[in-house]
């Protein structure tokens, strides 16, 4: 009869994403890894694979998580700009609420750039997920008359998604709540 499995597998991947955030990949040792999950190096290879494995997992359910309650922030507003302006201010209070905020996501990028196509995958579909959603949030603002008449949806939204990086590499960084809610007001600023 086979052994039942003693864990549950999404906290012990919740685990895995902690200690891949704070460390990235190749910081991370297996010994790491395995006494962060409490589980034994069998039983990691039994439910997730090696560690390149566990790795992706936790990136994909790390990324999916991220962006699926991104989307839902910057959509629960019925004003486009007020939209923006929450999904701004969820990302601060996220980076505020760890005293020391890490991002897989981001990690991911600046640990392999495009040199691993699976992450690149990931990441690149999740970032055109939300740059989408923020575009058509912009293009629906300037419809509304809530921002300039002129701006351009595709340039505002990368320059919106690329402010939404800045604040979580400058939380990462130590910067203060004064600090980030500023970059957010210029951010919003920039729009009108």
């Not at 494995?53 to 839902?72: D, G, K, M, P």
């Amino acid at each position: 009869m086979a052994r039942q499995k003693e864990f549950e597998r999404e906290t012990v991947l919740k685990r895995a994403i902690g200690v891949f955030s704070d460390h990235g990949f190749e910081g991370t040792s297996t010994d790491v890894l395995l006494k962060a999950m409490k589980i034994s190096r069998q039983s990691m290879y039994d439910t997730f694979g090696d560690k390149w494995q566990l790795y992706l997992q936790a990136l994909q359910r790390y990324v999916t998580e991220s962006i699926s309650v991104q989307l839902a922030v910057l959509n629960e507003k019925p004003s486009p700009t007020k939209g923006l302006e929450a999904l701004l201010e969820t990302m601060i209070q996220t980076a505020l609420a760890d005293p020391a905020p890490a991002c897989l996501g981001i990690s991911a990028i600046c640990e392999f750039g495009t040199s691993e196509r699976d992450v690149v995958l990931m990441t690149e579909m999740s970032g055109r997920t939300l740059l989408s959603a923020i575009e058509r949030r912009v293009t629906e603002a300037i419809a509304a008359g809530e921002t300039s008449a002129d701006l351009d949806p595709s340039e505002a939204a990368h320059f919106f998604l690329s402010t939404l990086t800045g604040i979580k590499v400058a939380a990462r960084g130590g910067a203060s709540a004064d600090m980030l809610r500023g970059i957010a007001r210029v951010a919003m600023r920039s729009l009108r």
